[in-house]
Every structure is written in structure tokens, then in C-alpha cells.
């Protein structure tokens, strides 16, 4: 499996504590057993991720295994943005509210 | 085609029970799936809708709505060999796989939201009808669906409020050209219905159940006191959303079942909570009055964001939270739309109607005609009447009047002389608000109306407001609004005219504003006739009206539910259509 750029592994960690309210531990904690994830935040996280990182990725495509740990969601958010960029992307931090006035 | 809409979810509290089995019984409110109903839509037009509850008089029911598709399909003559589809106004299965996280949730998804659970409803009720049939329909789908399609108008913003439907709190649409676009829509985990819900909680009330009371206590409260509070949970995007910190905490499955993590949150941060029995003080008063200014905000910023996004300036609501009157108050207030209108089944029981318009849309027939006075429940006849009042014997003293004029004018001299009199006339309504067919009417001119009809029906909390219904002619020299102004579902908080508001006691809030009801001839004719009446004996053409129900229950849906409401309470006439019923003095 290709390599996830370090920092992105940070910014999802980062996103999980501003959006979802939560700390965790460390990239490799299981973020379902842990209850962190469930039915509703998984939804939010979706929109989150495709806000911050400008990927999207479809309920009926999503698998749960991508989900299970921040390293598992920084490998699908890189391969979702190699897949849609031409260029190596950098991952911006463009947040939602900073876009104001477009929903 | 020949649609019927459905909504509930019979499994939830089951399921809540069955895995919570020590949650308080106002804790298991704390779930989805109320409010079940059935719509029928035939070639694109509403023709018959009711809410299971006035059936089996279980207010709130969540069962699977047989005895509602029952009603519709009779009062249509049909049968549910005719039903061309069935659409159920939550569709889960976009969702399948999130529910596949852990054991638990997987058996929540199997048993209660997925269309195999909704299909065993099927199955035991209408077993003969083929399951391809039956549809599902995204829950604010649903809701945008049954204020657009029921709005009249081609271009306008829909916006939808609710606790949760799927995943989301509210969303937002355009409604063009006979379809409806998503623009945007907002987590759950920042749903304003839920806030609203668990705080009314908090002050002692039921969560899905009692927020309406909470809109009543807020105009005694100081909505400064506590709004520190709230401005520091609830957050205003510049893009229109919102997002509540609060509801985030309740951070798994458990935690969010009972919202304990936040309701302690409530408790260290707010006020300490109130329970059912304590005594109302003013720190809930100003706890109330700050959480609805907070709504208010709520919603003028996300519908004055949309609106100036779409350059839209008509407005279509619906979800629990489009029932908040004083927010939909502010909204009229506000400028920010020329036209509001609030589908007036906002609830879920509307749900039913808009999941079937949804499917009708898709199918190209639908017609988008404003919704009438919505009079789509059952209906009885002389012989049904006559037959109920058989039943109660000599407890009662009836009179037949000969036509519908001397009926309006006996209770027009009933009521100028003070009398609380029940009305039962025609089909009953379709959503929450009694508006003149299954109603409990007296003069909204005398001081102590209010406390008479609490004493002797409807046992409720004395700071609730009592609602008026006014001609349309009137509306204007009662209430600050320019001639003409139509508010057909008791749905909008209007300010009473200054110079009017003693005269008014029993409508009046403390705020100086009422919850109104106009009434139009060609709306309603024949409440229209009885407010003239009335006008001939008051000099106002108005009444307080208030639902046909006494605390705990549904409004009566039958003439033999009406007499024994009747002869239960101290309510002192009864019309049944042309019958006035009284008691027997013997």
C-alpha cells in the first residue's frame, strides 16, 4: 500500500478533535470499538472529510475497514486524491465555513 | 396512480426497551418513529389523511399506521388490491453499511430501519400486497415534498427542521419547476430540533412530545439571562449552518441513546433540572425564553442565509420544528420573505403525505395546488351521530336543529353567554391543530376563560396560551396585520392590536401576541358561518379554539369519543353536527 504523506494522518486527527469533539490516542486506535465512530458521526465525518480534503466518497462505495483508524482514513483520503488529482496534492485545509456564502 | 404515504417506525421504542431496559419511560421518547399516519394520493392530489393515534388512541403512535391506510382506502371506496404503491417516508438503505459498524447497530438497522422491518408491518396487516411495491422515501425528502408539492408555488425555498430524519437535523432545498434540489443539509449532530427537545427535557417536559409548552413559558422568561449559554454552544457559520458543541458530546451509541453526557452538560451549565412535579420558577421561565430566542436566531439565519442565496423571497416549511409559532412569528417579522407558509402537518404524521407527493413527483403527476383547509380525516354522518348519541341514552338532552343557520346561531348565543362549548362538525383535521371541526370553542372576551377551561377540561399547565380563530374579514382589526392577511393553520404568532389586547384576555399571551387561526368562506365555509354568527352576538367575529381533547389523549376522532369527552369534563354543550348535546338534568 502506497505511503500516506506524515502530516495527513495529523490533519485527520486534527479534524476528528474540532469537528467530532474527540482526542485519540494514537493513528492506530479502533476508532468503531472505541464507540468513536458510529452511524451518525461516520456521516458527519464523510461531509468533514470532503470539506477539508475535497474528497467524496459515496454511502453505497463507502467499506467500514477504511474507517477503522486514522492511519485507514489517511490511506483512503490519499488514494481517493491521487485518484482525482493530475498533480501531487497537498492537502489544503480549506475549511467549509472559510467558502462563506455557498452551502 | 393511487399512492399511499406512511410514515412511523414501529420498532424503535420496542428496540429501545428491549436493549435499554432501564431508561425512565420519558427517556424512551428519546427516539424516532412517532406520529404514524397514512395520506392516500390519487393522480397526484391529497384525498384522505389521518394519524394512526386518533385511531388507537395512543397519542404519539408509532404503530404501523393499518388502521390510517384503512381509513384512506375507505373513504377513496377503494381497496388495497387498487393501492398502486405504498411510500414510507424514511429510507435507511442508503445507510446500511454505517449501521454495520458493531453487532448492535446492525440489529437496530435490521429491526427497526431497514424495508424488511417495514415489510413485516406489511405483512401482518396487508399481506396480499406485493412487497416491489412498497417505497422508501428520505425522511426530509418527505417533509420538503409535502410543503412544496402542497405550497402552490413553482419557485421557493423549502426548508425542513426536525429532531433527525436519516442523519441530518435540517436541510435545505430550492423547489423549481415542480422538483426539489438539495442545497444543503446539517448533521444531526447539530440538529436545533434535538437542542430544543433536550432542554425541554431538562425543564421537566417530554422530549418529542412537549416543546410547544416550552414556546408557551418562554414569553414569561428574560431571554438574557441564560443567553451566554447559548451563544457560547450554538455556533453561526457564515454559510448559513450552524453547529451545536453540546449534542457532540454524547460521543457513542450509549451515550446518545439517553443524551447523558449533554443533559449533565445541561445541569453544570445551564440550570440544575426540573422534575415533572416541581414547581416552574423563574430560572426556568428565563431558560425557556433564552433556548426559543435561540431557535429564533437559529432560524432567521439559516433561512435569511438560503433566501439570499436562492434570491428567493417565498418560503415553505416543514418538520417538528416548523410547529415553533413564535419562530415562525419572527420569520413573518423578519422581511426576509414576502410569503411563509408552514405545511400544516409539519410533523411527522405530515411525513406520510409528503412521501406520498414525493412518489407522485417522480411519476409526473403532481399538481402543486396551495393546500386547503386540511379536512382529510374521517367524517360521520346524521346516522353514525345518531346512533352514538343512542348509545348514551338519558345522560344526555338532545335538540335537533333543522338547518345549519339555527345550529350557528344557538351556539353563537351559547357562546356570547360565556358557555364552553365543544364543535364537531365535518371531517377531522389532518396535523396537530384543531381548526374548527374537532375543536373546543368559548369567548375570548372574558378574564377568566382561560382558567375555566383549564378547570373543567383540558387540565393544562396554566401558562399555556389559549389560541383564537378569527374571519378572515377581521383578522385585520384584531391583530397587527394588513387586511386580508391568511394564516389558515394556527401555525404563526401574530401580535394582538394594541388597543385590542384587554379586550382579549383569553388569547392574549403575556407577550401581547396569539397563536392565530383565520378563517376563510372559501376555505371553510361553515366555521366561517359560525364566526359570523358569533360576530352578530359579540361584535367579533372570533373564538378561542382549542383542540377537542382533554390532557394525555389524541383529539377525538369519533361522535362517540366526542360524547364521552363530553360527559367526562365540565364542557357544558356539545354540537355534533346539527345535534345539541346537553346534559340530562333528571
Known sequence: ?103 | MNIVGISGLEGAVPFKRKHWPDLSEREYRISQGHDAAAALIVDGSPVAAAAEERFDRRKHSASFPANAIRFCLERAGMSIRDVDEIAHSFDYAPYRKLYSLDPLSAKLYREVYSKEALLSGMRREFPEFPAERVHQVNHHLAHAASAYYTSGWDDCLVVVADGMGEAHGVSIYQGLEGRLELLASMSALDSIGILYSLVTLHLGFDFNSDEYKIMGLAPYGDPDRFRPFFDDIVEYLPNGTIRIRILRCDRTREEREKHGVSRRYLEEHLLPSRHPDDEVTDAHRDAAAALQACLDRVMLHICGHFGKFTRSRRLAMAGGVALNCTANGHLLKSGKFDEIYIQPAAGDDGSALGAGLQRAAQAGEIHNRRFFTPYLGPCYSSAEINAALAECGERVEVCHHSNFEGTCTAAARLLAQGHVIGWYRGAMEYGPRALGHRSILADPGRPEMRDRINAIVKMREAFRPFAPAVSLEQVHCWFDVPPNTELPYMTTIVDVRKECAEQLPAITHVNRTARLQTVSCKDDVEFHTLLQAVGRETGREMVLNTSFNVKGQPIVNTPRQALDTFLSTGIEFLFLGDFQVGRATH
Open chain 1, 1 to 103: 500500500m502506497e505511503r500516506y504523506p506524515a502530516p495527513l494522518a495529523r490533519h485527520i486527527t486534527d479534524l476528528i478533535a474540532e469537528k467530532l469533539l474527540v482526542e485519540v490516542g494514537s493513528s492506530e486506535d479502533d476508532l468503531v470499538a472505541s464507540g468513536v465512530l458510529d452511524s451518525l458521526t461516520l456521516v458527519q465525518l464523510l461531509v468533514d472529510l470532503e470539506h477539508r480534503f475535497g474528497v467524496t466518497i459515496p454511502l453505497e462505495e463507502l467499506e467500514i475497514d477504511d474507517f477503522r483508524s486514522i492511519t485507514s482514513i489517511a490511506h483512503l483520503v490519499h488514494r481517493r486524491t491521487q485518484i482525482s488529482a493530475a498533480e501531487p496534492v497537498t492537502y489544503a485545509t480549506a475549511t467549509l465555513e472559510e467558502s462563506a456564502g455557498h452551502p
